[in-house]
Structures are given as C-alpha cells and as structure tokens.
C-alpha cells in the first residue's frame, strides 16, 4: 500500500536500500565461493546469518512499516473498514497471481510445447505489466484502450494457464471441471489458502456491488473471477511437464501478498492502537518458537498460513515502529522515539541471544532466533535512517535509489526481464566479472543500473501498482 498524503522519508529510503541489497544478493549466486561466504544465503542446516539472510526481514519489516500510515489515509479519505480489506483483498490477490507465475519452473512444459522457458517467464511478466501498470487518468477512446491493455494482459496469463494442463499427480485428489483435470496440490494443504483467495477475490465485487448497486457489473465481474479461478488455482507444476500451476511455495511476491494480508487485515480491526498490535507480534513470534520446537507438527499450521508465523511476525515489528512513529511525531520527540527503538532492538538481541541456545540462526528454517536478530537490525537501522534523513535532513543524500522504493515492485521484476534477455540473446559478461572482485563489482553497478532502470520507466509512465 503505497502512501500519498503523508510521506515519512525514512520509510520509503529504507524500503529503497532494501531493494538494492535485494537485487545485489540475488545477482551474486553464481559467483560461488569466489567471494566471502557471508554475503550468501546460509545453507538448510547452517548456523549463519548471511547478508543475503537480512534482506527479505527487511523488506518485510518495511511492509509492517507502511501498513498504518497507508490505512491511516484511506480513513482521513472516507473509507469504511470493508472499502479498505477489499483494497487489501486486490493487493493480496495480484501479488499471489504474480508469486504464482514467478515461482513455476517452466522449463519442463515449456520443452514439451517447444516454447522457450525465458518466453514464458518474459510474457507473464509482459503481463503483469499490462495488468497493474499505473495508467494515466483518461477518458474515451484512450480509457478503452487502457482497458483493452488490462484485458491482454489477463489473455496472456490464461493462455500460459491453459498450457499448464493434463492429470494431477497420483497424490492429489481430482476434481472434474470441465474438460480440464484439476487437483489440490499435496493432500489438500493448500485447501484453507484458496478459501481465503476466494474471500480476497470476491470482496471487492461484492465491495463494489454496495456501492454502485450495478447488477451487470457484479455479474460480469463474478464470471471474470470465476473463470480466473478454473484457469490458476486448482493447477499444479512440476517438473512432470503438463501439471498444471500451483503453488509449491508463493515465491517471494506470494510470501509478500500472505504476509501482508494477515498482517493488513488485523490492523484494520486493531483502531490504530498499539497494544492489539503488539498482542499480534507476540502470536505470531510464539506460534515461529512453537514450530521451531515440534509443537504445530500435527497441526500443520502452513495449510493455514504460508510459512511458520516467522514473517507475520517481522511485519507486526513493522507495524508497531510505524505507530511509535505517528506516538513521536517532529524534533521535538525524537528522543522518546529513538529510546523506544534502541530498547525494542535491545530486546531482540537480547531474546536471539537465548534463543541461540535452542535453535539454530536460519532463514530457510525460519527460525525464532533468526527473526529475533532480524528485527533488532531492522530497528536500528530504521531508527539511524529516521534520524539521518527526517530529522537531520539529509534525504537528498539517498536521491539516487529511491526509485526503488517509490516502484519497489517494478524494480524487483526488472531483473528477471534482464536475465531473460541475456540468456534468449546469449549475451556473455567480461571473464573477470564473473568471480571475486569482479563479480561484486558487476553485481554492484547492477543494482544501481536496475534502479536507474525503474526510475526510467517511471518517466515513461510504466510503473507497477497494485
């Protein structure tokens, strides 16, 4: 949820060298141990905390951040609670269709087809553009042609859909549908998870519906909906060639739009205050320690929940810095401000620090002491990027990469149209960027060249939102 009417600096600058982090890690894989091992991932079974570990925390700390500022604005604009989970609703929907694409390896349905992977992986992306792409405001024949763009877009996306068909896997249990056989992925787990994109799908027609009492458009906008459902939802993907899409994992755009649906939707039910809200990160963290330690293993809490609670609870740490943020507003309280976040990051430390003792720091595990040590960084760091840029003044200092924060989906989807384009054209780098100094440095002026990139298309009128 991106905020118009009040604009802390810090938050978007924070958001923005989170993406260049983001981009740089994600671009140094293939470097391998030519360079130092903490700038990786720490592998399944490491006791580690990698550069590349902190990123995502982060990026998830600042989708708390936004959070009350954003629903804030919608309220002083005179939305009710449900006008606001219908804009939820959307959000969370777009960035699960798009995690939904992004994360199915296309390359075995792909060869089957006689399509090359990057194709397919280019014209969803091509698609998610014309889909949520911020077009100018217009009216006549201009409107429709941006509608008619939106409707492509939706083209696209069932077209690659529909390639993606043939039998469920032998684990799956088939539900007839036309002519198209479809399952649920992995015994019925993800069963709880479509029930709520349902929920998220269907809000906001019926949201609409309240509003304008348009019976043609609540049908019209019902069949669309339905129709999206029967092409994505009940598919699956592997590499078994034509199975279909489904989930597997979100991918890091899914993860996204589940941790910001619970998270959006209890604070808007919360009145902005800052105990419900700190009730909500204690939940969750507990319910990370209760997976860490065996606890939820009969229960099977990720049906419910994509992940462990791990990222619910990284971005309620977000939600409550934002509130003590509106609590401490100017100069003036700068000090209560600064205070509370060092002790929340003290805390942190503190209970990572026990923690440690029981489990080990890892972010594919997702462990209790991994998000502990994550949000006392995400605290500091938010608390110094306050003060060197709200308080002191100094936002111009970061002119050059907030880009990536105002257009922080566009510029995450960039370097994927990239990658595609160097492998389809066959485009090779100088020897000495692919490995040590070398690397680092190329994996450097990347990120920066992807922002400049973001900022460009921004000009252009071409810019993610949803």
């Known amino acids: 949820m991106q905020n118009h009417t009040v604009r802390i600096a810090s938050i978007d600058i924070f958001r923005a060298l989170t993406m260049l982090l983001m981009i740089f890690v994600n671009d140094i894989p293939a470097l391998g141990d030519t360079v130092p091992h903490w700038l990786h991932h720490a592998a399944q079974n490491e006791d580690m905390l990698g550069l590349s570990d902190i990123v995502f925390p982060c990026f998830l700390f600042c989708v708390g951040l936004s959070i009350p500022f954003a ?20 959000r969370t929907v777009a960035l699960l269709v798009m995690g939904l694409f992004s994360m199915n390896n296309f390359a075995a349905t792909a060869s089957t087809v006689g399509i090359a992977t990057q194709w397919l992986k280019l014209l969803s992306i091509a698609a998610f553009f014309l889909i949520w792409n911020v077009y100018p405001k217009a ?11 939106q409707i492509s ?16 896997a032998a684990n799956e249990h088939q539900l007839a549908a036309g002519f198209i056989s479809v399952g649920f992925a992995g015994g019925d787990q993800y069963v709880f998870q479509y029930f709520i994109i349902a929920i998220c799908a269907f809000t906001p027609i019926i949201t609409s519906f309240l509003h304008n009492r348009n019976i043609l458009k609540l049908l019209r906008n019902t069949v669309i909906t339905l129709l999206i459902f029967y092409l994505f939802l009940f598919k699956g993907a592997n590499a078994d060639g034509f199975t279909g899409l489904r989930p597997g994992w979100w991918q890091i755009l899914g993860l996204i739009g589940w941790t910001y649906f619970y998270t959006a939707a209890i604070f808007i039910f919360t009145a902005n205050k800052i105990l419900p809200n700190i009730i909500a990160w204690i939940f969750f963290t507990s319910l990370c320690i209760a997976s860490n330690a065996g606890l939820t293993t009969d229960i099977g809490i990720s049906g419910f929940i994509s992940g462990n609670g791990s990222f619910q609870s990284l971005a ?10 509106q609590n401490s507003k100017g100069k003036q309280q700068f000090g209560r401000l600064c205070s509370s976040c060092v002790a929340v990051a003290v805390l942190m430390f503190a209970a990572a620090t026990v923690a440690h003792n029981y489990f080990i720091i890892s972010k594919l595990q997702e462990t209790c002491t991994w998000i502990f040590y994550c949000t006392a960084i995400s605290f500091a760091l938010l608390i110094f990027i306050y003060w060197l840029t709200d308080i002191k003044g100094k936002k111009s200092w970061f002119n050059i990469i907030r880009p990536a924060g105002a257009s922080a989906l566009t510029c995450y989807l960039v370097p994927s149209v990239w990658y595609g384009i160097v492998s389809l054209a066959s485009i090779t780098y100088p020897a000495f960027t692919l490995s040590g100094i070398g690397g680092l440095i190329k994996s450097f002026v990347f990120a920066f060249a ?11 009128k071409i810019k993610l939102k949803i």
Do not use: C, Y
């Not at 877009?153 to 469920?168: C, M, N, R, S, V």
């Open 139 to 149: 009216e006549g024949i201009t409107q429709k042609l941006f509608s008619a763009l």
């Open 316 to 325: 309620f740490a977000g939600i409550i810095a934002a509130l003590l943020m």
């Open 450 to 460: 992807v922002t400049g990139v973001t900022w460009l298309l921004g000009k252009l």
């Open 71 to 90: 629903v804030k604005n919608r309220i002083d604009k005179g939305d009710s609670q449900l006008q606001i989970f219908a804009h939820i609703s959307q």
């Open 153 to 168: 877009g939706w083209i696209i996306l069932a077209a690659i859909a529909l390639i993606f068909t043939g039998k469920p």
